[in-house]
């Protein structure tokens, strides 16, 4: 996602505030806000995908995805 998205991401939440938005607008949002959470999703798994547990008996693990939420 580049700078120039995420300030049109803000700019249409301006415009929102201010006027509302053409049904371009707000679908121009919605894809924008789409793309941003997928990338922020991968960007988390990314990091994710690096972390190592420690336990006190000195055995490491990487971290496992889970099949189901914790609800």
């Known amino acids: 996602m580049t700078q120039e998205k ?9 415009i929102a505030r201010e006027r509302g938005l053409t049904a371009e607008e707000q ?11 997928a990338a922020f999703r991968g960007n988390l798994e990314a990091q994710l995908k690096t972390i190592t547990i420690q336990y006190p008996d000195g055995r490491r693990e990487k971290l496992k995805k889970r099949d189901k939420p914790l609800n």
């Open 27 to 37: 679908a121009e949002r919605t894809a924008l806000r789409e793309e941003y959470i």
């Open 6 to 14: 995420i300030d049109r991401i803000n700019e249409l939440a301006r």
